[in-house]
């Protein structure tokens, strides 16, 4: 890609960004709607996330090619469901106590970019794939997309080195009570 192409796609996501953090507050801010978080996918874009305690977090997506992209909202829709209960978990002393404790702003706010690192990434991976239902994500695919790094730099659209070796961390928590 020429510097002109990425520079278009930065500022495409730049819009998506904030076009998708305005709708989400929108929905948010509504009496009607009861949900804690609302997440906007943006295809090869990222995502963006806002929450009903007024966080809000970007994460890109890694460039990878497309072959299908079906079933990648679902399979990114898993891994904002996984990120959910780490939030969760991490908020209770253990899962009978009904008693939040006190996650700090910064932690928070990290847990949300790996979360939704993680769900681009398995999206983007399971847009890799042919066809529905036999397309979707592998654990090994992810790894290797989220260890995709270049000293350090970010790569994809904004995608944070640290935010992807979180969600790589995650991943393999996840992956290790399935075993």
């Known amino acids: 890609r020429d510097s002109r192409s990425q520079y278009d796609e930065l500022t495409d996501a730049s819009q998506q960004s904030s076009k998708a953090r305005l709708l989400a507050r ?17 295809g090869p874009h990222g995502a963006a996330i806002s929450t009903k305690d007024g966080f809000e977090a970007w994460a890109g997506s890694p460039f990878v090619p497309v072959r299908d992209t079906v079933g990648c909202g679902d399979s990114a829709a898993a891994a904002i469901v996984l990120g959910y209960l780490n ?31 993680l769900a681009t990434t398995i999206g983007a991976a399971t847009a890799m794939g042919d066809g529905a239902g036999r397309n979707v994500a592998t654990a090994e695919v992810v790894r290797t997309l989220l260890s995709r790094n270049d000293k350090g730099r970010k790569y994809g659209l904004r995608i944070d080195v640290d935010a992807a070796m979180r969600a790589k961390n995650l991943l393999e928590g996840s992956v290790a009570n399935y075993k």
């Open 26 to 42: 929108v929905l948010l801010e509504d009496f009607r709607c009861g949900a804690e978080w609302v997440v906007i996918k943006c």
């Open 87 to 117: 939030i969760e978990r991490a908020r209770r002393r253990d899962m009978k106590d009904t008693v939040l404790d006190y996650v700090s702003n910064s932690t928070l706010l990290d847990m949300l970019e790996e979360t939704l690192t």
